[in-house]
């Protein structure tokens, strides 16, 4: 098997590596949230986003367009996420965040 051929059944960009790269572009575009209200406004309107798509009949909902209302969440999620553990004077664990 050639070593840079995708994986059997890959059907493109994983939604994991699209999720870091749009909190990434977003933090680097508009900085730092400057506070937890705002972080919940931007993740609030992008659920309201995905609903909006989500609410339309069957036939005019599109996939695609729901993946990109999930990414966005995600990275608005990740975006805060990143930010807030950068604030804490230690390194954030697994286990502490597990048993938070």
Same mark, same amino acid.
């Given at each position: 098997?050639?070593?840079?051929?995708?994986?059997?059944? %890959?059907?493109?960009? +994983?939604?994991?590596?699209?999720?870091?790269? +749009?909190?990434?572009?977003?933090?680097?575009?508009?900085?730092?949230?400057?506070?937890? /209200?705002?972080?919940?406004?931007?993740?609030?309107?992008?659920?309201?986003?995905?609903? *909006?798509?989500?609410?339309?009949?069957?036939? *005019?909902?599109?996939?695609?367009?729901?993946?990109?209302?999930?990414? *966005?969440?995600?990275?608005?999620?990740? +975006? %805060?996420?990143?930010?807030?553990?950068?604030?804490? *004077? /230690?390194?954030?664990?697994?286990?502490?965040? +597990?048993?938070?």
């Amino acid at each position: 098997m050639n070593g840079n051929a995708p994986p059997p059944g %890959y059907r493109g960009e +994983r939604i994991e590596d699209l999720v870091i790269n +749009r909190s990434r572009e977003c933090a680097e575009k508009h900085g730092d949230f400057a506070s937890p /209200h705002e972080a919940y406004s931007v993740i609030f309107e992008e659920v309201c986003e995905y609903f *909006d798509e989500v609410r339309k009949k069957d036939l *005019d909902r599109s996939k695609v367009r729901m993946i990109r209302e999930l990414v *966005d969440i995600a990275a608005a999620a990740t +975006r %805060y996420a990143v930010q807030l553990a950068e604030e804490l *004077d /230690h390194e954030v664990t697994e286990a502490e965040v +597990r048993n938070a």
